[in-house]
T-cell receptor
Framework: DGGITQSPKYLFRKEGQNVTLSCEQN?????MYWYRQDPGQGLRLIYY???????QKGDIAEGYSVSREKKESFPLTVTSAQKNPTAFYLC??????????????????FGPGTRLTVL | SQELEQSPQSLIVQEGKNLTINCTSS?????LYWYKQKYGEGLIFLMM?????EEKSHEKITAKLDEKKQQSSLHITASQPSHAGIYLC???????????FGQGTRLTINP
């Protein structure tokens, strides 16, 4: 079955720790995204990548880091610099992220999410 | 920057009733996505609208984009318990390389 997997489903972090959230897709999609969702709010973009070895900051990148060494994988590290990391984290992918000034975009498909709690 | 406002924020309806959720944009929409989310789970893609006046249906859910491309509505006919969840609208923003989302509408279906 093709899809997007995220692990772990639940993650607990102590103050001052870095943690890494996994996101893997076998859809052969070029673009991948990380969003954060807080209660009663929509999704906010953390980082995105349209191609291997390249990624850009989203709206709330401070305190987070990513890598894109393989097409299938886009791990997100929540560093100790992120002051309020408790949230639901969602990974998404799309066939490609339209660029070049176009105003359309490809449908993004989402993983099941990881709930991160700071103790 | 583009902002999406959804209304209502929450909705409780009796099973079998019809309902409508709205998504209003601060700027012209060049695409509008509707997703559904069960609590604690990922988003499931429902439909995408792109042209002014466009309407799409899937089973008992119909989505429309107005002619001016600044508002979309999601209509559910004869609601069922399986329709319960959070509905989110999203739209391309910032050069089309990302989506911005509304805050979501939480739908509860009472038997």
């Amino acid at each position: 079955d093709g899809g997007i997997t995220q692990s772990p489903k639940y993650l607990f972090r102590k103050e001052g720790q870095n943690v890494t959230l996994s996101c893997e897709q076998n859809l052969n999609h070029d673009a991948m995204y990380w969003y954060r969702q807080d209660p009663g709010q929509g999704l906010r973009l953390i980082y995105y990548s349209h191609i291997v070895n390249d990624f850009q900051k989203g709206d709330i990148a401070e305190g987070y880091s990513v890598s894109r060494e393989k097409k299938e994988s886009f791990p997100l590290t929540v560093t100790s610099a992120q002051k309020n990391p408790t949230a639901f984290y969602l990974c998404a992918s799309s066939i490609e992220g339209r660029a070049g000034g176009t105003t359309s975009t490809d449908t993004q498909y989402f993983g099941p999410g990881t709930r991160l709690t700071v103790l | 920057s583009q902002e999406l406002e959804q209304s209502p924020q929450s909705l409780i309806v009796q099973e079998g009733k019809n309902l409508t959720i709205n998504c209003t944009s601060s700027k012209t929409l060049y695409g509008l996505y509707w997703y559904k989310q069960k609590y604690g789970e990922g988003l499931i893609f429902l439909m995408m609208l792109q042209k002014g006046g466009e309407e799409k249906s899937h089973e008992k859910i119909t989505a429309k984009l107005d002619e001016k491309k600044q508002q979309s509505s999601l209509h559910i006919t004869a609601s069922q318990p399986s329709h319960a969840g959070i509905y989110l609208c999203g739209a391309p923003s910032g050069g089309a390389q990302k989506l911005v989302f509304g805050q979501g509408t939480r739908l509860t279906i009472n038997p």
